[in-house]
C-alpha cells in the first residue's frame, strides 16, 4: 500500500482548486492509501476533525490513480467543510441497482469488508466521512 505523509507530495496529480481547497483548512496531518488498483483512502486531519474520503474504481473502469485521487481528496475536503458524512457505501445486495453486475456488487462489497473494516471499522460508512475531535 502506498502511503504519503504531510508534505508536498500529498498535492501531487491534485488540481489546483484543490490543492487551494485543502491548504485552506490548514491540514495538521495527511494520509494516502491506495493498493494502485482498486482503491484510494485520503485522511486529512485538522484542529477540528477528520475528514476521510475514498474512490472505488469499478470493475467497468480501468484505474486511474489521478482521478480517484482528487475523488478521494474531494471527499475529504467536503466533509470537513461540511462536518457531515455523505454517500453512503451500500452494505447489503439489496441496496445495489438491479442494472449492477455481481462482479461491481462485490468489488464494494470487498472494499468495506477488508479495507474498511481494518482502517476505521465500522465506523466508516460513508466515502465521505467527518469525525470531529474532541478537546481532552
Known amino acids: 500500500m ?3 505523509r504531510k508534505d508536498r507530495r500529498w498535492a501531487r496529480f491534485l488540481s489546483k482548486k484543490l490543492v487551494d481547497e485543502v491548504l485552506s483548512i ?3 496531518d495527511i494520509l494516502l492509501e491506495s493498493d494502485n488498483k482498486t482503491y484510494i483512502i485520503v485522511t486529512i486531519e485538522t484542529e477540528h476533525g477528520m475528514g476521510v474520503g475514498s474512490a472505488i474504481c469499478s470493475v ?11 475523488k478521494a481528496f474531494g471527499r475529504a475536503v467536503a466533509a470537513l467543510k461540511n462536518k457531515n458524512n455523505s454517500m453512503e457505501i451500500r452494505k447489503s445486495f439489496e441496496e445495489f441497482p438491479s442494472t449492477w453486475t455481481k462482479a461491481q456488487i462485490m468489488r464494494v462489497m470487498n472494499f468495506r469488508k477488508t479495507v474498511l473494516g481494518n482502517k476505521v471499522g465500522k465506523f466508516f460508512s460513508h ?3 467527518f469525525i470531529p475531535s474532541f478537546a481532552t
Open 127 to 129: 466515502k465521505s466521512l
Open 26 to 28: 490548514n491540514p495538521k
Open 2 to 4: 502506498a502511503r504519503e
Open 60 to 70: 467497468l473502469d480501468d484505474f486511474d490513480f489521478k482521478e480517484g485521487k482528487n
